[in-house]
């Protein structure tokens, strides 16, 4: 049984980090085309302010989708390290607990605090990332609609 339960547990790991992988790599890259049609093209300005804003749109929809994919997979997660940890003392009941946290996720202005005084986890700096792109995405769509 602990043996099928630290596969799934490895599994939502896994799931996790693949999930900040290619959702912070997607970003990165219609941030970057961003840039690119605002700096070096030579499109007019009504046409750049088309591309930025459909370009952000898919942004905030993807930054809102990795976050919420995160958040999910960590609910997941801690369900399944949560059974590892019963489990394990279950097989081990001299061994000493492992670490799990009491909750899977941080609400949103904890998740700011714990980033700013440093006690944030690899996950919660991920989330902090997608609300940093929707907020980035959220800004470039206002300003291509007002300055373009």
């Known amino acids: 049984m602990l043996l099928l339960i630290t596969r799934i547990r490895q599994s939502?790991?896994?799931?996790?980090w693949e999930e900040q992988k290619h959702f912070?790599?997607?970003?990165?890259?219609?941030?970057?085309?961003?840039?690119?049609v605002l700096?070096?093209?030579?499109?007019s300005a009504p046409d750049k302010a088309i591309i930025i804003s459909i370009a952000s749109v898919v942004g905030i929809l993807i930054a809102l989708i990795g976050f919420r994919a995160q958040r999910?997979?960590?609910?997941?997660y801690h369900r399944a390290n949560t059974h590892f940890a019963k489990e394990f003392l279950a097989v081990y009941p001299d061994a000493e607990e492992p670490?799990?946290?009491?909750?899977p996720n941080k609400a949103?202005?904890?998740?700011?605090k714990s980033a700013i005084t440093g006690s944030a986890g690899v996950r919660d700096y991920f989330q902090i990332i997608f609300i940093a792109f929707f907020a980035v995405f959220t800004a470039i769509a206002i300003y291509a609609y007002i300055s373009l």
């Open 39 to 43: 700096a070096g093209t030579e499109l």
């Open 108 to 112: 949103v202005l904890a998740l700011i």
């Open 24 to 36: 912070t790599w997607l970003l990165s890259i219609i941030f970057s085309a961003q840039a690119v």
């Open 72 to 76: 999910i997979e960590g609910v997941y």
């Open 12 to 16: 939502h790991h896994d799931a996790i």
């Open 99 to 103: 670490h799990h946290s009491q909750a």
